[in-house]
Nanobody
């Protein structure tokens, strides 16, 4: 079955960087777009970044543009999120998501990112 396992979260000071990774298995990874979402305490889950199946097109929510970069390695079945210039407002649980159809996908278990001094 589809499995997505995130890693790389942790505690970082404002202005610091983290790199999240998501290891995918159980489906033809290179054929599907992938996304990163996040959910802060008391808030709705928010789409952060999307990358197409080939990696040729990426998109970001306005609040992370210029600071975050989504990438993928189809040979290794991984998708990553490089996060720079982190702010306290970036504190959230970050989730990897496989866009399997227009209306259906699969979620990872999430990884906590805390930005605090």
């Amino acid at each position: 079955q589809v499995q997505l396992v995130e890693s790389g979260g942790g505690l970082v000071q404002p202005g610091g960087s983290l790199r999240l990774s998501c290891a995918a298995s159980g489906f033809a990874f290179s054929r599907y777009a992938m996304r990163w979402y996040r959910q802060a305490p008391g808030k709705e889950r928010e789409l952060v970044a999307t990358i197409t199946a080939t990696g040729g097109i990426t998109s970001y929510t306005d609040s992370v543009k210029g600071r975050f970069t989504i990438s993928r390695d189809n040979a290794k079945n991984t998708v990553s999120l490089q996060m720079n210039s982190l702010k306290p407002d970036d504190t959230a649980v970050y989730y990897c998501y496989a866009v399997l159809t227009v209306s259906f996908g699969s979620w990872g278990q999430g990884t906590q990112v805390t930005v605090s001094s």
